[in-house]
């Protein structure tokens, strides 16, 4: 095959390789085409040209999540990863890793980790690159790279929930969650979600977005209850759909614009978490975006009672 022909084909792995450490669709795009122009200028043809490949994303991943970090910790509100509608690799015998590490949760947790941490972690417990991979790819001996994995398991285990539901339990949840959202159904919603669920917004300051997060059943149920319908009269819809491998929706508005992604977090039967992404930058690559100042404008106007 041709560099070219070997780079396409490995793109959908060096693609999930670097959105797992980076959590940002675009900085993944740069990441994996800044990998191709490295292995088209090599002046040697790489033994591996994966192991080349896998290495040299992984490298400018590092690279670009540390300068990173200082954004995302002056960043307003909530950071959440950009949502990803398909994991382009696909892999039978990696394949619950795979769904695992895709949650908006679980990349979530790996913000704890360092970037070094990051990446080790992803190469060995989502992809199974051995240790002597590993420790040529981020440049450090077995031992560290052993060390860094035991550190990076450790914080990961710790913020991940005893309990899981099956990914038909998550459906049909899904499925009630979003017919009792169509209907304004403050009870019907409130049964649906766990006691201490908390609804998450981020708009990065570009987007109307909670103050907060919500917190509580009672309080999230209510909020949900009331803005919805207020936001199908100025022609909102949604489409339910897998958002990270969790059932989720797409929001949009009467032009079919993207107005925001939805990601439910379903555990021991209720839902925990629901993540909305509404900062625009974060959407573009799901479709052309909506103006959701302009929504919520709209949407103000609907609660004022006429005169």
């Avoid at 769904?99 to 980790?113: F, P």
């Avoid at 440049?139 to 790279?145: D, F, L, N, Q, V």
């Avoid at 199908?232 to 508005?253: K, S």
Wanted: with cysteine; net charge neutral.
């Amino acid at each position: 095959m041709s560099r070219t022909e070997e780079f396409q084909e490995l793109r959908p792995l060096l693609f999930s390789i670097a959105y797992r450490i980076l959590g940002s669709v675009s900085e993944t795009e740069d990441a994996v085409q800044e990998t191709w122009l490295r292995y088209e200028a090599a002046p040697a043809e790489p033994r591996s040209a994966k192991a080349f490949l896998s290495a040299t994303v992984t490298r400018i991943a590092i690279d670009v999540l540390r300068s990173a970090r200082v954004r995302r910790e002056e960043y307003a509100g909530p950071w959440l990863p950009e949502p990803l509608l398909c994991d382009p690799y696909q892999d039978p015998e990696r394949s619950a890793e795979l769904a695992d590490s895709l949650s908006m949760a679980a990349l979530v947790l790996l913000e704890r980790l360092s970037p070094l941490e990051r990446a080790v972690f992803v190469l060995r417990e989502v992809f199974a690159f051995d240790f002597p991979e590993i420790a040529s790819v981020v440049g450090r001996s077995e031992a560290a790279c052993r060390q860094l994995v035991v550190r990076a398991r450790r914080h990961v285990a710790a913020g991940r929930p005893r309990f899981e539901a099956g990914r038909k339990e998550r459906e049909e949840l899904a499925s009630r969650f979003f017919d009792a959202l169509r209907e304004g159904d403050v009870a019907g919603l409130r049964n649906l979600l766990a006691a201490d669920v908390s609804m998450v917004g981020d708009g990065g300051g570009k987007a109307p977005q909670l103050a907060r997060a919500v917190v509580g059943a009672r309080n999230v149920a209510r909020l949900l209850a009331s803005v919805f319908p207020r936001m199908a009269l100025v022609g909102v819809t949604f489409e339910p759909r897998a958002v990270n491998g969790e059932p989720g929706a797409i929001f949009r508005d009467r032009d079919g614009k993207v107005l925001h992604t939805l990601a439910l977090d379903v555990l021991d039967g209720r839902i925990q978490t629901i993540r909305a992404v509404i900062n625009p930058d974060k959407l573009g690559h799901v479709g052309p975006v909506a103006d959701a100042w302009a929504i919520d404008r709209e949407v103000r106007q609907v609660r004022r009672p006429a005169r």
